[in-house]
C-alpha cells in the first residue's frame, strides 16, 4: 500500500469497512509514514470531535403530543403560491400559440384556394385566348397578391 | 409496524417511544432548532402512523423512518428559504436548546471555563454542520450519529453506495478544515 491509497482508503477505516488484513497493512503505515499518519490525525480527529456534539433529550410530553396529534385533521398544502400565476401565464401562452397556428394554417389554406382560383382563371382565359385575363391573373399571381 | 397499520394507538406509542430520541436528534442537527425538531418530530411521527399501510417490511423499519424524516427536513429547508422566518427562540439564543426549554444530555463540565469551551464547541460543530450543503450534511448526521450503513443511507438518501462515499468525503475534508484547532 502507497501514501496514496493509504489516503484513499480514510473513509473505509473510519467507517470500518477494511477487513482484517487490509485494517493491519493500513495501521502499519499509519505508524511508520509521518505525513500520512499526520493527514489521518487531522482527518479521524475532526471526525471524533463530531461525536462531542450533545444530543438532546425529548420533552416529558412529547409522546402524548404526538399522540393528541393523530386527532388532528390531515393538512393539505395548497400548491406554492408562486406556481399559480405561472401556470395560468403557461396556459394562456398555450391557448395563443395554438390560436397563431390554427390561424397561421387556415390563412395559408385559404391563399392556397385563392391561387387554385387564380389558376383556375389562368387556364380558362388562355383557353379562351383572353391575354389580358391572363396578364391580370398573372399579375395577382406575382405582384399585388403575394401568394 | 402490522398493529400500527392496524390503526393500534398503543403500538403506535411504542414506535413514539423507541424512536423519538433518533428522530429528534436527527432533525435538531439539520435544523439547528430545539423547538422546531420537536414539532417536526412530532409531524414526523403522524406521517409515519398515515403512512404505515405503505410499509413494507422487506426494508428495515429505520431506514424507512429517516427516509420520511429526510424528506420532512427538506421541505423545512424549502419552507424556511421561502419565508426566512426565525423562530423567536432562535433569535434569541440561536441554536441554545436550554433556551428552548429543551433538556440536554448531562454536561460533565464542572467549572466556568471548562463549560465556556463546551459552549463555544457545541456551537462551533452545530454551525459546521448547518453549512454542509443538504445530501452531505444528511449523510454525516445518518452515519456519525445513528451509525447507519453506507447502503442505508443511499436508501435513504435514494442514491448509490458510490455517491455516498463521496458525500462523507466530501464533508469530511471540509470538517477536516473548519474544526482545526478543536482536536
Given at each position: 500500500m502507497?501514501?496514496?491509497?493509504?489516503?484513499?482508503?480514510?473513509?473505509?477505516?473510519?467507517?470500518?469497512r477494511?477487513n482484517?488484513?487490509?485494517?493491519?497493512?493500513?495501521?502499519?503505515?499509519?505508524?511508520?509514514?509521518?505525513?500520512?499518519?499526520r493527514?489521518?490525525?487531522?482527518y479521524?480527529?475532526?471526525?471524533?470531535?463530531?461525536?462531542?456534539?450533545?444530543?438532546?433529550e425529548?420533552?416529558?410530553?412529547?409522546?402524548?403530543?404526538?399522540?393528541r396529534?393523530?386527532?388532528?385533521p390531515?393538512?393539505?398544502?395548497?400548491p406554492?403560491?408562486?406556481?399559480?400565476?405561472v401556470?395560468?401565464w403557461?396556459?394562456?401562452a398555450?391557448?395563443?400559440?395554438a390560436?397563431g397556428?390554427?390561424?397561421?394554417?387556415?390563412?395559408?389554406?385559404?391563399q392556397?384556394?385563392?391561387r387554385?382560383?387564380?389558376?383556375?382563371?389562368v387556364?380558362?382565359?388562355?383557353?379562351?385566348?383572353?391575354?389580358?385575363?391572363?396578364?391580370?391573373s398573372?399579375?395577382q399571381?406575382?405582384?399585388g397578391?403575394?401568394? | 409496524?402490522?398493529?400500527?397499520?392496524d390503526?393500534?394507538?398503543?403500538?403506535f406509542?411504542?414506535?413514539?417511544?423507541?424512536?423519538?430520541?433518533?428522530?429528534?436528534?436527527?432533525?435538531?442537527?439539520?435544523?439547528?432548532?430545539?423547538?422546531?425538531?420537536e414539532?417536526?418530530?412530532?409531524?414526523?411521527?403522524?406521517?409515519?402512523?398515515r403512512?404505515?399501510?405503505?410499509?413494507?417490511?422487506?426494508?428495515?423499519?429505520?431506514?424507512w423512518?429517516?427516509?420520511?424524516?429526510?424528506?420532512?427536513?427538506?421541505n423545512?429547508?424549502?419552507?424556511?428559504?421561502?419565508?426566512?422566518a426565525?423562530?423567536?427562540?432562535?433569535?434569541?439564543?440561536?441554536?441554545?436548546?436550554?433556551?428552548?426549554?429543551?433538556?440536554?444530555?448531562?454536561?460533565?463540565?464542572?467549572?466556568?471555563?471548562?463549560e465556556?469551551?463546551?459552549?463555544?464547541?457545541?456551537?462551533?460543530?452545530?454551525e459546521?454542520?448547518g453549512?454542509?450543503p443538504?445530501?452531505?450534511?444528511?449523510?454525516?448526521?445518518?452515519?456519525r450519529?445513528?451509525?447507519?450503513?453506507?447502503?442505508?443511507?443511499?436508501?435513504?438518501?435514494?442514491?448509490?453506495?458510490s455517491?455516498?462515499?463521496s458525500l462523507?468525503h466530501r464533508?469530511?475534508q471540509?470538517?477536516?478544515?473548519?474544526?482545526?484547532?478543536?482536536?
Open positions: 502507497n501514501c496514496r491509497s493509504i489516503q484513499a482508503g480514510f473513509d473505509e477505516r473510519l467507517d470500518n477494511l482484517a488484513t487490509q485494517q493491519q497493512e493500513f495501521d502499519t503505515h499509519i505508524a511508520t509514514c509521518a505525513k500520512c499518519r493527514e489521518w490525525e487531522a479521524a480527529g475532526a471526525w471524533q470531535t463530531l461525536a462531542r456534539h450533545e444530543a438532546i425529548p420533552s416529558f410530553s412529547f409522546v402524548q403530543r404526538s399522540l396529534r393523530l386527532n388532528e390531515e393538512v393539505v398544502t395548497a406554492a403560491r408562486w406556481r399559480l400565476p401556470l395560468r403557461a396556459l394562456l398555450t391557448v395563443v400559440v390560436v397556428l390554427g390561424g397561421w394554417d387556415g390563412w395559408r389554406h385559404y392556397g384556394l385563392k387554385a382560383q387564380i389558376y383556375a382563371s387556364q380558362d382565359a388562355t383557353l379562351l385566348g383572353d391575354d389580358f385575363d391572363v396578364i391580370a398573372l399579375d399571381l406575382e405582384g397578391n403575394k401568394l | 409496524m402490522q398493529r400500527v397499520r390503526g393500534n394507538e398503543d403500538a406509542r411504542e414506535v413514539v417511544e423507541r424512536h423519538q430520541r433518533a428522530v429528534i436528534n436527527v432533525i435538531y442537527r439539520s435544523l439547528g432548532d430545539a423547538w422546531e425538531a414539532d417536526l418530530a412530532q409531524r414526523v411521527f403522524v406521517q409515519v402512523y403512512s404505515a399501510a405503505r410499509y413494507r417490511p422487506t426494508a428495515k423499519f429505520t431506514t423512518l429517516f427516509t420520511i424524516v429526510h424528506n420532512a427536513i427538506l423545512e429547508h424549502r419552507r424556511r428559504a421561502r419565508h426566512a426565525e423562530s423567536l427562540e432562535a433569535l434569541a439564543e440561536p441554536g441554545n436548546p436550554e433556551a428552548a426549554g429543551v433538556q440536554l444530555a448531562d454536561s460533565t463540565a464542572a467549572d466556568p471555563a471548562q465556556a469551551a463546551h459552549r463555544e464547541l457545541q456551537e462551533r460543530i452545530r459546521m454542520i453549512r454542509l443538504d445530501p452531505q450534511r444528511t449523510a454525516v448526521i445518518l452515519c450519529y445513528e451509525g447507519l450503513s453506507y447502503e442505508e443511507i443511499a436508501q435513504v438518501l435514494r442514491c448509490s453506495v455517491a455516498v462515499k462523507l464533508a469530511r471540509t470538517l477536516k478544515d473548519e474544526l482545526r484547532g478543536y482536536y
